[in-house]
């Protein structure tokens, strides 16, 4: 995911025209999730200050998994970020708090800025939307809008603060607690079955091919679910060339998106995990898994812990002949 490109000056006229004029029609349907007794909040972001006065009614969500922080608290978005290449709209976990209603896009890898201003938003959530200080300082002029926090590193929130934050722009503070509190405790319940995975290194090696691999290390989100699961995770990722695809060696390791063969490629089965069956092949891109992992949400880390529990556990037992079952989707 990269940094949203800004629009040319000629387009941000008309986007801010249409939010002065209120340009969505009176047909439009208003966020789900509105409650009484709202305080006005004030939320200081790593660009600018969100000033948010009244309950918000007409949430968009321009993050990259911003939708199921919103859906997670009751509220349904108007418009909601492309999440690109996986049927985001029929994900699983998502489909109850949807209630059958169908969120359109405001862009995928940019931002449509005029469509969101013509849907009259009250409320823009973009935490995890890898956005800049220009692109910012234009949605801030539609509506008040949450980024992400100085606290983190782009795309590194945890899900629990971005559930707070979220719930804190939303109104709905207790609300989020609680939903982090369900979620926490069914990591606690899987941590509790498997005392095998506490203090073992695990490594995430994204995309394996034959020109090597990203390993996924805690500068990422998408390893939060190995650490809230007792696994020790290297503090910072990057590329890996294929010839030294064993720098990924570690109690566990974690594969997705892998290419043919590859691990069948003489340095792969130089790794002792590989040799052992300690290492779990997660599917492709376009699988629950994957998306589950790419939302990394209240809703979607639940469909997380059901697919890696069993595999996981399979690849902590001790036993070189358990082979963990490679998920498919």
């Known amino acids: 995911m990269r ?27 208003e966020s789900a999730g509105s409650s009484s007794g709202f305080e006005p909040v004030t939320i200081e972001t790593k660009f600018g200050t969100a000033e ?65 201003a013509g849907l009259d938003p009250d409320l823009i959530l973009g935490i995890n939307s890898y956005m800049d200080q220009a692109t910012y300082d234009l949605l801030a002029k539609i509506a008040p809008t949450v980024a992400q926090t100085d606290d983190y590193a782009d795309g590194a929130t945890p899900w629990q603060e971005q559930t707070l934050l979220t719930g804190q722009a939303l109104g709905k503070d207790e609300e989020a607690k609680d939903v982090v509190a369900d979620v926490e ?58 010839e030294s695809l064993d720098e990924l060696e570690a109690d566990v390791v974690v594969f997705e998106g892998v290419e043919g063969d590859v691990l069948s490629s003489p340095v792969a089965r130089s790794m002792p995990a590989i040799t052992e069956n300690r290492y779990i092949d997660f599917g492709p891109f376009d699988a629950d898994f994957a998306a589950a992992l790419g939302f990394n949400s209240p809703l979607s880390l639940q469909t997380v812990l059901e697919i890696a529990e069993p595999r996981l556990a399979a690849a902590t037992d001790g036993d070189p002949e358990t082979v963990p079952e490679p998920y498919t989707g």
């Open 3 to 29: 940094t949203v490109p800004l629009r040319t000056l000629a387009v941000t006229a008309v986007l801010l025209a249409t939010a002065a004029c209120g340009g969505s029609s009176d047909s439009e349907e």
């Open 52 to 116: 948010i006065t009244e309950e918000p009614t007409r949430v968009v969500t321009v993050g990259y998994n911003e939708e199921d922080y919103a859906l997670a608290l009751g509220v349904v978005p108007l418009g909601a970020r492309e999440f690109i290449g996986y049927d985001a709209p029929q994900r699983p976990w998502a489909q109850d708090a949807l209630g059958g209603k169908t969120v359109p896009t405001v862009g995928g890898q940019e931002l449509d800025l005029e469509k969101i």
């Open 185 to 242: 405790a069914q990591f606690a319940d899987v941590i509790e079955r498997n005392p095998d995975f506490a203090g073992k290194t695990a490594s995430f090696g994204l995309g394996v091919g034959a020109t090597g691999s990203y390993e996924i290390a805690q500068d990422d989100y998408r390893s939060g679910w190995l650490t809230d699961l007792g696994f020790e995770v290297p503090k910072t990722g990057g590329e890996i060339s294929l």
